[in-house]
């Protein structure tokens, strides 16, 4: 290696752009390489391949959540580019890194692929390693999710967070709604997008191990002489058959005889109470379906409510990814 070769600025510039790396890194590597530009970025990314190697056990927990959706809103994509300091994830070189990767990441449909995409010049796979060698941490992709439809909307909450949302038509308010619904997505976590979508035996376990625990509580808060938590039969709008919902309307009937209640008022009194036992009975809906949750904006109302309100739409899937 010849250590006369003259490195000028504009060179070490150059390679820090290209690159990322410090000034000091990439001078060195430029006089390693005698002045070569491939060399030298070839000279960094062996230094990350050693960096990766050292700290592949380490655990990437923080990071960046970001998306992106194409410039006709039919294709989205989200990822999490993953790092292990707070510091780092929100550096503005970092962040910018992510938001490339999610542009790169809009034309692939798997994890997979992607990491195996070119990127300027290197694959993905091979820029996450030089780049833990330039930022001297571990750097990952911890999610990946893409979503197609009519029409997509996004919302980032504070990097930790990125939702997608599809919906069926591109209609005037279209963008407004996708995002109101990513926001709801990325709040309140939603796994499925309604109770149409359970599994009977899923409902049928889950429903078994909530009435165990609010059975457990009772019984500390009646030896501590608190009112008792309502123990619900079910928690699924799936197992509200109108058999059970006729029964529950019997029941109701039968509380206001015994209440002395006019008949004459039973009409006005009636639709609260089914209301009330809906919302008592379907816990496991409002919990996990998207259109079965109270609207965030608007609590009167439910995400599917709210989106029929907004004209002849329909919320046809979304993604969630989460640095946590």
Known sequence: MSTTVKITAAEVNKLRQATGAGMMDCKKA?????????????????????VAAKRADRDSSEGAAVSKVNADNT?????????????????????????????????????????????????????????????????????FEKLEAPFVGTY?????????????????????????????????????LSYKDFDPAFIASETEARIAVIEKDNIELGRLGKTLKNVP?????AQLTPEVLAQAEADAKAELKAEGKPEQIWDRILPGKMDRFVSDNTTLDKEQ????????KDEKKTVAQYVASQGAVEVTGFKRVTLG
């Open 75 to 143: 294709v989205g994509v989200a990822i999490v580019l993953g790092c292990e300091t707070d510091f780092v994830g929100k550096n503005e070189n970092f962040l910018a890194l992510a938001n490339q990767l999610a542009e790169t990441a809009l034309n692939h449909d798997s994890k997979e692929s992607f990491l195996a995409a070119d990127f300027g010049g290197m694959t993905v796979a091979d820029k996450l390693i030089e780049q833990t060698g330039v930022i001297g941490e571990k750097l990952d992709i911890k999610a």
């Open 156 to 192: 980032v909450h504070i990097n930790k967070i990125a939702a997608l949302v599809g919906l069926s038509a591109k209609v005037d308010a279209a963008d407004t709604v996708a995002k109101d619904v990513a926001m709801q997505v990325a709040s309140m976590g939603a796994t499925t």
């Open 233 to 237: 039969k079910y928690i699924s709008m």
């Open 289 to 296: 379906c998207l259109l079965d949750q109270d609207f965030i």
């Open 30 to 50: 430029l006089v390693e390489a005698e002045g070569d530009f491939d060399k030298a970025i070839e000279v960094l990314r062996k230094k990350g391949q050693k």
